[in-house]
């Protein structure tokens, strides 16, 4: 089944305390991307990815990272996480930049 | 600059009643993709549709059409004959076709169908 992983789906942390949320897809896209997920704010993108080795900052970059060393994985690095990156958080992959993109379940972080 | 203002926040229906989604876009770009993705109560987003702006056809899929006129810069959404099912955040989307402007995401819709 063509798939886009999240993992973990809820995470309760402390500031500074540095997570990652890992994001896996199985259908050979080579763009994957991340988003945030915010009441009022809709969705905004923090990071994104052309293909491997290839990353660039979407709207939102700050206080994340990202690595993408293999086609398939695409992690989301918060180095020390503080109480504003608490957040509904999206990883999706398509073919390419324009075409529609496969959407993970989302992951919730609170951070305290 | 990319701008996508979806002025309904939130719309309350009775089912079977048609209901419109407004989606309103901004671009200097004059080639572009626009979008419609749904997020139902479980939390996923889904992909709807995708036009281009070369093509002002309205497009229909079942009880679902989609109206883009490039003269208003709009990209309205129709679900005609509501149901439960589509109670859901809509989100409208923009990105031009060339360079590296990401995906931007109008703020949603929260359509409640009620039964």
């Known amino acids: 089944e063509a798939q886009v992983t999240q993992n973990p789906r809820y995470l309760i942390t402390v500031t500074g305390k540095k997570l990652t949320v890992t994001c896996s897809q199985n259908?050979?896209?080579?763009?994957m991307s991340w988003y945030r997920q915010d009441p009022g704010l809709g969705l905004r993108q923090i990071y994104y990815?052309?293909?491997?080795?290839?990353?660039d900052k979407g709207d939102v970059p700050e206080g994340y990272k990202v690595s993408r060393k293999e086609k398939r994985n695409f992690p989301l690095i918060l180095e020390s996480p503080s109480p504003n990156q608490t957040s509904l958080y999206f990883c999706?992959?398509?073919?390419?930049?324009?075409?529609?993109?496969?959407f993970g379940d989302g992951t919730r972080l609170s951070i305290l | 600059a990319q701008k996508v203002t979806q002025a309904q926040t939130e719309i309350s229906v009775v089912e079977k009643e048609d209901v419109t989604l407004d989606c309103v876009y901004e671009?200097?770009?004059?080639?572009?993709?626009l979008f419609w993705y749904k997020q139902p109560p479980s939390g996923e987003l889904v992909f709807l549709i995708r036009?281009?702006?070369?093509?002002?056809q309205n497009e229909i899929s079942g009880r679902y059409s989609w109206n883009f006129q490039k003269s208003t810069s709009s990209f309205n959404f129709t679900i005609t004959a509501s149901q439960v099912v589509d109670s859901a955040v809509y989100f409208c989307?923009?990105?031009?076709?060339?360079?590296?402007?990401?995906?931007?995401f109008g703020k949603g819709t929260r359509l409640s169908v009620i039964a």
């Open positions: 999706a992959s398509s073919v390419g930049f324009r075409q529609p993109q496969h």
């Open positions: 990815s052309m293909n491997v080795e290839v990353t």
């Open positions: 671009t200097r770009d004059t080639t572009y993709y």
């Open positions: 259908m050979n896209h080579e763009y």
């Open positions: 989307a923009l990105t031009p076709m060339s360079g590296n402007t990401p995906l931007v």
């Open positions: 036009r281009n702006s070369f093509d002002e």
